[in-house]
């Protein structure tokens, strides 16, 4: 189960983020629906550590294997998704991430 819930205003999110930097370039991701890119990563499941969920969302994403290296930050956003126009409040986690 996904650590987001709806209310009657709008969504609260519970995500980590993965920091992948090879050769002085950084992985972003993007995908048909939505016009912009964001990093590696989704939502924390019940249950699961911040650094569980994102090398579970690392490995889903990229199908490799890596490691934590450390936190980098954490993020609280408040923001209107582009496309289906719903309020999030999210509280994400930002790891650097590293091959094994």
């Known amino acids: 189960m996904d650590l987001t819930f709806k209310t009657e205003n709008g969504r609260f999110n519970y995500r980590v983020g993965a920091i992948i930097i090879h050769d002085n370039k950084i992985l972003m991701v993007k995908n048909e ?26 490995y889903e994403e990229t199908g490799i294997h890596m490691e934590v290296d450390r936190l980098g930050f954490v993020h609280e956003c408040f923001f209107v998704e582009e496309v289906t126009k719903e309020r999030f409040h999210e509280l994400s986690f930002y790891f650097y991430i590293k091959a094994k």
């Open 33 to 58: 629906l939505s016009p912009y890119f964001y990093s590696v990563g989704g939502r924390v499941k019940l249950n699961e550590t911040a650094e569980q969920a994102v090398l579970r969302e690392v």
